[in-house]
C-alpha cells in the first residue's frame, strides 16, 4: 500500500444537492481531495439509498445530481477516486464476508434501528413494523464501503460516528479470525464545518423541509435567501449577528474580513433586506459559474457515466484483487 492517507466517504442518493450539504460536506471534501498527502475515495452510496427510498426514479435522478454536483464543483477525478458503489460488485460480496462475522446484538443497538422499534412501541405497533433487514444490516454494508478500501480516515457528520465504531468492531473481528486485512478506520467529525441553518432557522435539513436547493437560478435563490426566517427589528437598529440565521449563512460562505465588517454593519444598524441582499450576491458569485457546468453535465449524462465508469475502474483495481485475498482467507478458493 501507499504511504498516503485513505480518506473515504459515500453520499446517499436519495436527494437533491442543498447549501447545507454544499457547505457541511462537498466542499471541504474536494479541497481536502486537493492535499497530495492523503488519496481520496468518494462513492455515491446508492444501495444505501434503496433502505431509505423506495422510488426508482429519485435514486436514479439523485445519482445523476450529486454526481454532477461533484463535477461542476470541481472535484479532480483524475486524483479522487469517485465511483458509485453499485458498480463495485466487491462491495455487497464483502458485505456477506463480514455479515458472518457480525454479531447480531452490534446490530441491536445502532441508533437508527433502535429509534425505528421506539417509534413502534410508542405507536403500539409490532416492535419490527416496517423494518427491513436493510435498515437492520445497514451499518455492516457501510463497513464493507470502509474495509474495502482500506480508509484510515472517514469524513462524516456525528450521527455517523456509531456506524464507525461499528466497522471497527467487525474489522477487528474479522482480523481476529482470518488474519490481520483490515486496517481499522477512523471517523473524521469536522467540529470547524459550519452547520447551516435552514430557512426557519434550524439545522439545515431534508427532514425540516427548510432547505435551499444548491442549484437554484439566480431568481429563486434570491428569493430564498429573502425568505430567510429574522426578528422584527427595524433598519438602524443594532443587530446581533450571533442569533442570527442569515448571519450564520453568510459566515458560512464569507472570508474572515467580509465577516468581521458584516459584523460591524449589524453593530451600526444594517437593515434585515440589505444583508440578505449581500448574502445572495456572494453565494450566487461563489456558484454561478459552477451552475453552468452542472446545467451542462445533467443535459449530458453519457458524461457522468463516463467520469463514473472510470472511477469504478480504478476502485476496483484495489477491490478485486482484495476481494480474492479475503475470500482465499475464508475458504472460498480452489480445491487444488
Ligand atoms: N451512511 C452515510 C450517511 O448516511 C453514507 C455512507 C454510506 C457512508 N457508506 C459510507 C459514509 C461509508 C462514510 C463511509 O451519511
Given at each position: 500500500?501507499?504511504?498516503?492517507k485513505?480518506?473515504?466517504?459515500g453520499?446517499?442518493?436519495?436527494?437533491?444537492?442543498?447549501?447545507?450539504?454544499?457547505?457541511?460536506?462537498?466542499?471541504?471534501?474536494?479541497?481536502?481531495?486537493?492535499?497530495?498527502?492523503?488519496?481520496?475515495?468518494?462513492?455515491?452510496?446508492?444501495?444505501?439509498?434503496?433502505v431509505k427510498?423506495?422510488?426508482?426514479?429519485?435514486?436514479?435522478?439523485s445519482?445523476?445530481?450529486?454526481?454532477?454536483?461533484?463535477?461542476?464543483?470541481?472535484?479532480?477525478?483524475?486524483?479522487?477516486?469517485?465511483y458509485?458503489?453499485?458498480?463495485?460488485?466487491?462491495?455487497?460480496?464483502?458485505?456477506?464476508l463480514?455479515?458472518?462475522?457480525?454479531?447480531?446484538?452490534?446490530?441491536?443497538?445502532?441508533?437508527a434501528?433502535?429509534?425505528?422499534?421506539?417509534?413502534?412501541?410508542?405507536?403500539?405497533?409490532?416492535?419490527?413494523?416496517?423494518i427491513?433487514?436493510?435498515?437492520?444490516s445497514?451499518?455492516?454494508?457501510?463497513?464493507?464501503d470502509?474495509?474495502?478500501?482500506?480508509?484510515?480516515r472517514?469524513?462524516?457528520?456525528?450521527?455517523?460516528?456509531?456506524?464507525?465504531?461499528?466497522?471497527?468492531?467487525?474489522?477487528?473481528?474479522?482480523?481476529?479470525?482470518?488474519?490481520?486485512?483490515?486496517?481499522?478506520?477512523?471517523?473524521?467529525?469536522?467540529?470547524?464545518?459550519?452547520?447551516?441553518?435552514?430557512?426557519?432557522?434550524?439545522?439545515m435539513?431534508?427532514?425540516?423541509?427548510?432547505?435551499?436547493?444548491?442549484?437554484?437560478?439566480?431568481?429563486?435563490?434570491?428569493?430564498?435567501?429573502?425568505?430567510?426566517?429574522?426578528?422584527?427589528?427595524?433598519?438602524?437598529?443594532?443587530?446581533?449577528p450571533?442569533?442570527?440565521?442569515?448571519?450564520?449563512?453568510?459566515?458560512?460562505?464569507a472570508?474572515?474580513?467580509?465577516?468581521?465588517?458584516?459584523?460591524?454593519?449589524?453593530?451600526?444598524?444594517?437593515?434585515?433586506?440589505?444583508?440578505?441582499?449581500?448574502?445572495?450576491?456572494?453565494?450566487?458569485?461563489?456558484?454561478?459559474?459552477?451552475?453552468?457546468?452542472?446545467?451542462?453535465?445533467?443535459?449530458?449524462?453519457d458524461?457522468v457515466?463516463?467520469?463514473?465508469?472510470?472511477?469504478a475502474?480504478?476502485?476496483?483495481?484495489?477491490?478485486?484483487?482484495?476481494i480474492?485475498?479475503?475470500?482465499?482467507?475464508?475458504?472460498?478458493?480452489?480445491?487444488?
Amino acid at each position: 500500500m501507499s504511504s498516503k492517507k485513505r480518506v473515504l466517504t459515500g453520499i446517499t442518493t436519495t436527494g437533491t444537492p442543498h447549501l447545507g450539504n454544499y457547505v457541511g460536506a462537498i466542499k471541504p471534501a474536494i479541497a481536502a481531495s486537493r492535499d497530495g498527502s492523503t488519496e481520496s475515495f468518494y462513492f455515491l452510496a446508492d444501495y444505501h439509498a434503496l433502505v431509505k427510498c423506495e422510488d426508482p426514479e429519485r435514486v436514479q435522478r439523485s445519482t445523476l445530481e450529486i454526481a454532477a454536483t461533484w463535477l461542476a464543483l470541481g472535484l479532480d477525478t483524475g486524483r479522487a477516486v469517485f465511483y458509485r458503489q453499485s458498480d463495485v460488485p466487491e462491495i455487497p460480496e464483502l458485505t456477506w464476508l463480514l455479515s458472518c462475522v457480525t454479531a447480531k446484538g452490534l446490530m441491536n443497538r445502532a441508533h437508527a434501528y433502535k429509534a425505528a422499534v421506539d417509534d413502534n412501541q410508542l405507536a403500539g405497533a409490532d416492535p419490527d413494523y416496517g423494518i427491513t433487514m436493510g435498515l437492520f444490516s445497514y451499518p455492516v454494508l457501510m463497513a464493507a464501503d470502509i474495509l474495502m478500501f482500506n480508509a484510515e480516515r472517514v469524513p462524516v457528520g456525528k450521527d455517523q460516528v456509531q456506524h464507525l465504531e461499528m466497522a471497527r468492531d467487525i474489522a477487528q473481528r474479522f482480523n481476529h479470525r482470518y488474519g490481520e486485512h483490515f486496517v481499522l478506520p477512523e471517523a473524521v467529525v469536522d467540529e470547524h464545518v459550519a452547520t447551516l441553518p435552514g430557512t426557519d432557522g434550524r439545522k439545515m435539513s431534508k427532514s425540516y423541509d427548510n432547505t435551499v436547493s444548491l442549484w437554484l437560478p439566480e431568481k429563486q435563490l434570491r428569493k430564498a435567501i429573502m425568505k430567510i426566517k429574522t426578528n422584527s427589528q427595524e433598519p438602524g437598529e443594532p443587530k446581533d449577528p450571533d442569533g442570527a440565521a442569515v448571519y450564520a449563512v453568510y459566515a458560512a460562505f464569507a472570508t474572515p474580513d467580509q465577516r468581521r465588517s458584516m459584523r460591524q454593519a449589524f453593530a451600526d444598524g444594517i437593515a434585515w433586506g440589505e444583508v440578505k441582499q449581500q448574502l445572495f450576491e456572494m453565494i450566487n458569485a461563489e456558484l454561478g459559474a459552477a451552475r453552468e457546468r452542472y446545467l451542462a453535465l445533467m443535459a449530458d449524462t453519457d458524461k457522468v457515466e463516463h467520469e463514473l465508469a472510470r472511477g469504478a475502474e480504478r476502485a476496483r483495481a484495489i477491490s478485486r484483487p482484495f476481494i480474492e485475498r479475503l475470500r482465499a482467507a475464508v475458504g472460498i478458493r480452489p480445491l487444488a
